[in-house]
């Protein structure tokens, strides 16, 4: 599937939610996404993902001009997959929302990683 993403020219939303695609099928997903120019909506909730898997996915993200929804509701993450997704904050232009709830370890120190990248970035609407 990520191969695909990489060319496919008209996708615009991808669901994968509970669908546990462990750390390879999502490093796969996030090199797809530092190329694809189409998809501007993924749903990873329910997957049990852990922070390592979403610093990951947060690289691809980096590199994405196009995502402008990411759901990652309901997985195995902390503050370190907050402040990975803070830092994709700072550099994306394309991301207006972004669903990190139901991630019950996300404490004070993500929230503020987070709070703080909110301070340059313009174009994130939504955060959950």
């Known amino acids: 599937l ?3 993403l990489k060319v496919n020219a008209t996708l615009k939303e991808l669901g994968l939610g509970l669908t546990n695609p462990g750390a390879e099928g999502v490093r796969a997903l996030a090199d797809a996404l530092k190329v694809n120019s189409t998809l501007t909506s993924l749903s990873l909730g329910y997957n049990s993902m852990s922070d390592d898997i979403a ?3 947060a690289e691809g993200l980096k590199l ?3 995502l402008a929804s990411l759901d990652v509701r309901a997985n195995m993450l902390s503050d370190g997959a907050a402040m ?3 830092d994709v904050l700072r550099v994306n232009t394309s991301l207006t929302s972004l ?4 991630n019950r370890a996300i404490g004070a120190e993500g929230v503020a990683a987070l709070a ?3 301070r340059s970035n313009s174009t994130l ?4």
């Not at 669903?99 to 139901?102: A, N, V």
Request: glycine share 0%; net charge negative.
């Open 2 to 4: 990520a191969e695909a």
């Open 55 to 57: 610093v990951v996915l």
């Open 64 to 66: 994405n001009t196009t």
């Open 84 to 86: 990975a997704f803070a």
């Open 99 to 102: 669903d990190l709830s139901h």
């Open 116 to 118: 703080d990248a909110l």
């Open 125 to 128: 609407l939504e955060l959950e």
